[in-house]
């Protein structure tokens, strides 16, 4: 797996045909983490409903596919085009460190961007160093310009 050379780590846009593929990666992703899933068939149909539409794009980094990108656009009133967020960004455990996740960062900020996105949301744990390190190492801040403070991202379940 993941047997590019150093310089070369191809992202493609997935297709519905990669829904399961995709799935996959998504539920280990979260077992990785001891994070709920509702397993890989169920996320397999959604993504295969998400990938139809134009408000959802996720990236497979590698050939074969060995990390993934999930983004999402919602219409902004702060901007002319959407706001994208980051949903998820996993990378196969024994393929880290190889850039890939840098790859897949680099391709959905520019995807991103020529869909005419005015801003790039990442959700991050506050304990989850590493990730928030990478983030921030890509430009990314949970500062708002002149504010002393992090900003903070609240949510409630709906179920």
Same mark, same amino acid.
């Given at each position: 797996?993941?047997?590019?050379?150093?310089?070369?780590?191809?992202?493609?846009?997935? @297709?519905?045909? %990669?829904? &399961?593929?995709?799935?996959?990666?998504?539920?280990?992703?979260?077992?990785?983490?001891? @994070?709920?899933?509702?397993?890989?068939?169920?996320?397999?149909?959604?993504?295969?409903?998400?990938?139809?539409?134009?408000?959802?794009?996720?990236?497979?980094?590698?050939?074969?596919?060995?990390?993934?990108?999930?983004?999402?656009?919602?219409?902004?009133?702060?901007? @002319?085009?959407?706001?994208?967020?980051? &949903?998820?960004? #996993?990378?196969?455990?024994?393929?880290?460190?190889?850039?890939?996740?840098?790859?897949?960062?680099?391709?959905?900020?520019?995807?991103?961007?020529?869909?005419?996105?005015?801003?790039?949301?990442?959700?991050?744990?506050?304990?989850?160093? %590493?990730?928030?390190?990478?983030?921030?190492?890509?430009?990314? @801040?949970?500062?708002?310009?002149?504010?002393?403070?992090?900003?903070?991202?609240? #949510?409630? &379940?709906? &179920?």
């Amino acid at each position: 797996m993941g047997t590019e050379p150093e310089h070369e780590r191809p992202v493609r846009p997935a @297709t519905v045909s %990669d829904a &399961d593929l995709v799935a996959e990666m998504l539920d280990a992703f979260n077992r990785e983490f001891d @994070t709920p899933t509702p397993g890989p068939r169920v996320l397999a149909a959604r993504l295969r409903r998400l990938l139809a539409g134009e408000h959802f794009l996720v990236l497979l980094g590698g050939e074969p596919a060995v990390g993934v990108a999930v983004l999402s656009f919602r219409p902004s009133l702060w901007y @002319t085009g959407p706001v994208a967020t980051l &949903d998820e960004l #996993y990378v196969r455990p024994e393929t880290r460190g190889r850039r890939y996740g840098h790859a897949l960062l680099e391709a959905a900020c520019r995807l991103a961007g020529e869909r005419g996105a005015g801003s790039l949301e990442i959700n991050v744990d506050g304990e989850d160093v %590493d990730a928030r390190r990478f983030y921030e190492a890509h430009g990314f @801040t949970n500062v708002e310009p002149g504010a002393p403070e992090p900003m903070f991202y609240y #949510y409630r &379940d709906l &179920d």
